[in-house]
């Protein structure tokens, strides 16, 4: 359909002048507007089977546009496109109907390709939109092209309530993405249940997920519901799923296919009303193919598959979690704490295999060290430099600034060792270690800094 009208709608004529030259190239017949109410106008006519939208155009965005567009033309193709998307902005058009949501920069090439498939599809009616609550999506961060194409699946996900299988390394927010889903899904308002897959012991798998009935075992002298119970019309998040144990992963799958399961001693099976998600840092595949995740349960999971990229791959992001982060910890700790042009920079180059999750804990700790004013580059360095292996038994005493950082953070965790070990970026067994050491360093008569100051 090479005389097929595309409307292109940006406030920067540089990015509708270079898309409409290289679509008219291609032999579409293009349209350029520049500014929002000429744009709403325009597109209520219903005369552009096409329409590509920037975002943000001036008070007029391009949700706007979409909306204006699908009431001129149902079926309408709207394409959006934009440099900073968000989970919200991404669910909304995504819900909204549009067809598809790119980041710049991209390659016109690419564009195309979306072009033509807007062709193909724009006399097919729009799927029905929902009606959730678009303002409370979760708290994922971040507008690098990477993160807009996961929230992209995130909505779609959240349209189905097939399983889906989330990829990514530890600490790149794999729950955060699993709760969005939740949150906009058919079952939000009903439960969402994590289950930690690598704290369960082998043997208790079924009556942990399963539940039991009285008299199942010595000691069972009461009915104990499960986790299906407990999420019943909701959803169930297995975190690490690649730590189920092998006998009781033929029980999962049949709890996928059938749709039921059976508590510990009944004889009678329930039927069952939960959605999966899981999510692993793990290569499944290869598991399968090393006998060590059986392949039918492998294929029935990843029906829907979301990859959650590495800090390291969206180093884009960094400035904005890093204020999202410092904005949490300074209103919890109730301190002024502010981080100089230097130490963003010093932030964004580091390697943070950790991901997300050491980003936020180490913001933590500076915040918990209550350096006064604003931190440099300088005063980050002994906070990434804490060591995190389990044999510090043998290494020299900690440096003033670490000791200070420990207790510190002990005390504004009300003591709580695991919640301190958890913000310092540490295994609490590594936290039980150091104190100890600070307790022989107090008995040496070892100065130890007042955190009065």
Same mark, same amino acid.
């Given at each position: 359909?090479?005389?097929?009208?595309?409307?292109?709608?940006?406030?920067?004529?540089?990015?509708?002048?270079?898309?409409?030259?290289?679509?008219?190239?291609?032999?579409?017949?293009?349209?350029?507007?520049?500014?929002?109410?000429?744009?709403?106008?325009?597109?209520?006519?219903?005369?552009?089977?096409?329409? !590509?939208?920037?975002?943000?155009?001036?008070?007029?965005?391009?949700?706007?546009?979409?909306? =204006?567009?699908?009431?001129?033309?149902?079926?309408?193709?709207?394409? $959006?496109?934009?440099?900073?998307?968000?989970?919200?902005?991404?669910? %909304?058009?995504?819900?909204?109907?549009?067809?598809?949501?790119?980041?710049?920069?991209?390659?016109?090439?690419?564009?195309?390709? &979306? &072009?033509?498939? =807007?062709?193909?599809?724009?006399?097919?009616?729009?799927?029905?939109? =929902?009606?959730?609550?678009?303002?409370?999506?979760?708290?994922?961060?971040?507008?690098?092209?990477?993160?807009?194409?996961?929230?992209?699946?995130?909505?779609?996900?959240?349209?189905?309530?097939?399983?889906?299988?989330?990829?990514?390394?530890?600490?790149?927010?794999?729950?955060?993405?699993?709760?969005?889903?939740?949150?906009?899904?058919?079952?939000?308002?009903?439960?969402?249940?994590?289950?930690?897959?690598? =704290? +369960?012991?082998?043997?208790? /798998?079924?009556?942990?997920?399963?539940?039991?009935?009285?008299?199942?075992?010595?000691?069972?002298?009461?009915?104990?519901?499960?986790?299906?119970?407990?999420?019943?019309?909701?959803?169930?998040?297995?975190?690490?799923?690649?730590? +189920?144990?092998?006998?009781?992963?033929?029980?999962?799958?049949?709890?996928?296919?059938?749709? %039921?399961?059976?508590?510990?001693?009944?004889?009678?099976?329930?039927?069952?009303?939960?959605?999966?998600?899981?999510?692993?840092?793990?290569?499944?595949?290869?598991? &399968?193919?090393?006998?060590?995740?059986?392949?039918?349960?492998?294929?029935?999971?990843?029906?829907?598959? !979301?990859?959650?990229?590495?800090?390291?791959?969206?180093?884009?992001? !960094?400035?904005?979690?890093?204020?999202?982060?410092?904005?949490?910890?300074?209103?919890?700790?109730?301190?002024?704490?502010?981080?100089?042009?230097?130490?963003?920079?010093?932030?964004?180059?580091?390697? /943070?295999?950790?991901?997300?999750?050491?980003?936020?804990?180490? $913001?933590?700790? &500076?915040?918990?060290?209550?350096?006064?004013?604003?931190?440099?580059?300088?005063?980050?360095?002994?906070?990434?430099?804490?060591?995190?292996?389990?044999?510090?038994?043998?290494?020299?005493?900690?440096?003033?600034?670490?000791?200070?950082?420990?207790?510190?953070?002990?005390?504004?965790?009300?003591?709580?060792?695991?919640?301190?070990?958890?913000?310092?970026?540490?295994?609490?067994?590594?936290?039980?270690?150091?104190?100890?050491?600070?307790?022989?360093?107090?008995?040496?008569? !070892?100065?130890?800094?007042?955190?009065?100051?």
């Amino acid at each position: 359909m090479k005389d097929t009208r595309i409307l292109v709608i940006d406030d920067d004529e540089s990015i509708t002048t270079t898309v409409s030259k290289y679509l008219a190239a291609a032999g579409y017949r293009v349209a350029v507007i520049n500014d929002g109410e000429g744009a709403l106008a325009e597109v209520r006519k219903g005369e552009y089977p096409v329409i !590509i939208s920037d975002l943000y155009i001036d008070r007029v965005t391009g949700l706007d546009v979409l909306r =204006a567009a699908t009431a001129g033309n149902p079926n309408a193709a709207v394409i $959006i496109m934009t440099a900073r998307g968000s989970v919200r902005t991404t669910v %909304e058009a995504e819900l909204g109907g549009a067809f598809e949501y790119i980041a710049k920069p991209f390659e016109m090439r690419d564009l195309l390709k &979306v &072009v033509k498939r =807007a062709e193909t599809s724009a006399g097919e009616a729009p799927a029905e939109g =929902a009606s959730e609550d678009l303002e409370q999506f979760g708290n994922m961060i971040g507008f690098s092209p990477a993160m807009v194409g996961v929230y992209r699946l995130v909505a779609r996900s959240a349209k189905s309530d097939d399983t889906v299988l989330i990829i990514g390394e530890t600490g790149v927010g794999k729950e955060l993405v699993a709760r969005a889903i939740h949150d906009h899904s058919g079952r939000a308002e009903r439960a969402f249940v994590a289950v930690d897959s690598g =704290a +369960i012991p082998g043997t208790l /798998w079924e009556s942990e997920i399963f539940g039991s009935v009285r008299g199942a075992f010595t000691g069972a002298d009461r009915d104990r519901p499960g986790v299906a119970d407990s999420a019943r019309g909701g959803t169930i998040f297995f975190d690490e799923i690649g730590e +189920i144990p092998l006998d009781f992963q033929a029980k999962l799958l049949r709890f996928l296919q059938e749709k %039921e399961y059976r508590p510990v001693g009944s004889g009678a099976p329930r039927k069952a009303d939960v959605r999966v998600i899981a999510a692993t840092n793990r290569r499944l595949e290869q598991m &399968v193919r090393d006998g060590k995740f059986r392949e039918d349960l492998f294929y029935r999971l990843n029906v829907l598959r !979301i990859e959650v990229p590495p800090l390291r791959e969206r180093r884009q992001d !960094i400035p904005f979690l890093v204020r999202r982060f410092l904005e949490q910890a300074t209103e919890a700790a109730r301190k002024r704490v502010t981080l100089a042009p230097d130490a963003l920079d010093f932030l964004e180059r580091q390697p /943070w295999p950790g991901n997300v999750r050491q980003l936020q804990n180490t $913001i933590q700790r &500076v915040v918990a060290l209550g350096l006064p004013g604003t931190v440099s580059a300088e005063d980050l360095h002994p906070l990434l430099e804490t060591p995190e292996a389990g044999d510090e038994e043998e290494a020299s005493d900690l440096s003033e600034v670490e000791r200070r950082l420990i207790l510190r953070v002990l005390e504004q965790a009300g003591g709580n060792k695991t919640r301190a070990a958890e913000v310092l970026g540490i295994q609490r067994r590594t936290l039980y270690k150091k104190l100890a050491r600070i307790e022989r360093e107090r008995s040496g008569h !070892i100065d130890v800094p007042d955190l009065s100051d």
